[in-house]
């Protein structure tokens, strides 16, 4: 299967989750973090860093649940970055 390449947009809103769920990390690591999402910490570095930058909903989710944020919360964060 070919993957459409990201358009500049999408790589943009993939940097600013990964910043987000960064920030809302804090002082815990990296692996603490991964594993109470259920996820490795190879995935979570990829999403922090925006090499994945369209990660699967439910990962998403995941990574929410673990750092106390609501799925809500985090798409307003997201979009109030996009506006800035």
Do not use: H, N, W, Y
């Amino acid at each position: 299967m070919v993957r459409t390449p990201l358009t500049p947009e999408e790589r943009e809103r993939g940097e600013r989750l990964g910043q987000l769920l960064r920030k809302a990390r804090g002082d815990r690591s990296m692996a603490e973090v991964a594993a109470v999402a259920g996820i490795s910490a190879e995935t979570l570095r990829k999403i922090e860093t925006g090499r994945a930058p369209t990660p699967a909903f439910f990962t998403v989710a995941a990574l929410a649940r673990a750092l106390g944020l609501s799925m809500d919360d985090l798409v307003v964060r997201c979009a109030l970055a996009q506006v800035a």
